[in-house]
């Protein structure tokens, strides 16, 4: 039998706001759980699906799912635009794996639909570049240790 505390807290949970954002990719994937090719609703093509770790610039934080179907290069090029690997788009082909841990910015924007409740989600991805001055509304990167504090 599985035993566990129930006097601790639950961990506070932050909401993530409209705005300027940095990510952390967890994971990336082309593949379902069973292997096969990741699709549009229609089925016409093929996609892939990041999982990313957001901080927003309020101290919001959590889980964030973003998918790049396969023919929307724009958003896959600015994706990697954001995490400073432009050149990873001249050949067409990205590989999943190499997504992992890499980090950027984005903006994030509330969006609803009715198949959807009310939600914050990536409008769009902001590309990083050497000579951006440091700002106290841009958040910082995201580290290992701000995983720990998205509440799952």
């Not at 129930?6 to 409209?18: H, M, R």
């Amino acid at each position: 039998m599985f035993k566990f505390d129930i006097s601790e807290d639950e961990p506070k949970q932050t909401k993530l706001k409209e705005g300027a954002a940095s990510f952390k990719v967890i994971d990336a994937n082309d593949t379902d759980d069973k292997g096969f090719q990741l699709k549009t609703r229609d089925g016409k093509n093929s996609m892939m699906r990041v999982v990313l770790g957001v901080k927003d610039s309020y101290g919001g934080s959590g889980i964030m799912y973003d998918y790049f179907p396969a023919n929307l290069g724009w958003k896959i090029r600015a994706f990697l635009k954001s995490v400073n690997r432009s050149t990873w788009a001249s050949n067409g082909q990205l590989s999943p794996s190499e997504l992992k841990n890499l980090q950027g910015l984005c903006i994030l924007k509330s969006d609803s639909s009715p198949d959807y409740p009310d939600r914050v989600k990536v409008g769009s991805y902001t590309e990083r570049t050497m000579s951006e001055p440091a700002n106290e509304t841009t958040p910082q990167d995201m580290h290992e240790d701000d995983l720990e504090d998205i509440p799952f």
